[in-house]
């Protein structure tokens, strides 16, 4: 009968050694040069409501075309003259539209002012509300204001080195004649698009944008106007 050798002891693996790694108390602060600083000295002081970090500033506010303007001005200069129109021939045509006892002049006009006050805060809000939709280019982000109404207002902050595709969109004669039109941004990861309405020249702030786009993507600085 043959005997089975016995199994040998295997040898321990040797105990896992920690190892220490120092680490600095403060993380290195980034170099920012006098350009650099003077820019954002004066991105604070022209544009005090950003929060822009140490080294970020401004390269471009992008503002909307007046050409959206014209719509809320037309509708509030419409109203007003019909108000005025109205309580002028008011007297007149009391009697055709079968009121025995009209109201007097001094209640007409009263009533009529205040609906023209009226329309004209209503044509105020309206473009104060256009004209505080705003976009602006940094060199580290896009930021864009979205004020939806009086009391209703956002921000949206996207990186540059989310941004993945940057496009502008001009359509019909009007758009190219007064060159104005709407700008796109698409980010990488959860595909969210971002879009900018009645854009001045918006050939010139894409081009803009994507240079900006490349340089912080790769590392160079932003300097352009």
């Given at each position: 009968?043959?005997?089975?050798?016995l199994p040998q002891p295997q040898p321990e693996a040797p105990a896992p050694q920690p190892v220490y790694m120092s680490r600095a108390v403060e993380p290195a602060e980034p170099v920012v040069t006098p350009e650099v600083k003077r820019?954002?000295?004066?991105?604070?002081?022209?544009?005090?409501?950003?929060?822009?970090?140490?080294?970020?500033?401004?390269?471009?506010?992008?503002?909307?075309?007046?050409?959206?303007?014209?719509?809320?001005?037309?509708?509030?200069?419409?109203?007003?003259?019909?108000?005025?129109?109205?309580?002028?021939?008011?007297?007149?045509?009391?009697?055709?539209?079968?009121?025995?006892?009209?109201?007097?002049?001094?209640?007409?006009?009263?009533?009529?002012?205040?609906?023209?006050?009226?329309?004209?805060?209503?044509?105020?809000?309206?473009?104060?509300?256009?004209?505080?939709?705003?976009?602006?280019?940094?060199?580290?982000?896009?930021?864009?204001?979205?004020?939806?109404?009086?009391?209703?207002?956002?921000?949206?902050?996207?990186?540059?080195?989310?941004?993945?595709?940057?496009?502008?969109?001009?359509?019909?004669?009007?758009?190219?004649?007064?060159?104005?039109?709407?700008?796109?941004?698409?980010?990488?990861?959860?595909?969210?698009?971002?879009?900018?309405?009645?854009?001045?020249?918006?050939k010139q702030q894409i081009a803009t944008l994507n240079n900006a786009v490349e340089a912080f993507k790769n590392g160079r600085p932003v300097l352009n106007d």
């Amino acid at each position: 009968m043959n005997e089975q050798p016995l199994p040998q002891p295997q040898p321990e693996a040797p105990a896992p050694q920690p190892v220490y790694m120092s680490r600095a108390v403060e993380p290195a602060e980034p170099v920012v040069t006098p350009e650099v600083k003077r820019r954002h000295e004066q991105s604070m002081r022209d544009f005090p409501f950003l929060n822009l970090s140490e080294a970020e500033y401004v390269i471009s506010a992008v503002r909307r075309h007046p050409i959206g303007l014209v719509f809320p001005v037309m509708i509030t200069a419409f109203l007003v003259l019909f108000v005025t129109m109205g309580m002028i021939l008011f007297p007149s045509f009391a009697p055709s539209l079968g009121i025995l006892n009209p109201p007097s002049d001094g209640m007409v006009t009263l009533i009529g002012s205040l609906l023209i006050f009226l329309f004209l805060v209503g044509g105020y809000i309206a473009v104060w509300v256009y004209m505080n939709n705003k976009f602006f280019l940094t060199n580290e982000s896009v930021i864009q204001e979205i004020q939806v109404s009086l009391f209703s207002r956002h921000e949206q902050t996207v990186s540059l080195i989310n941004i993945e595709d940057a496009s502008f969109q001009q359509q019909g004669l009007l758009q190219t004649l007064l060159d104005y039109g709407s700008i796109r941004l698409s980010t990488e990861g959860d595909e969210t698009t971002y879009r900018f309405n009645y854009v001045t020249n918006p050939k010139q702030q894409i081009a803009t944008l994507n240079n900006a786009v490349e340089a912080f993507k790769n590392g160079r600085p932003v300097l352009n106007d």
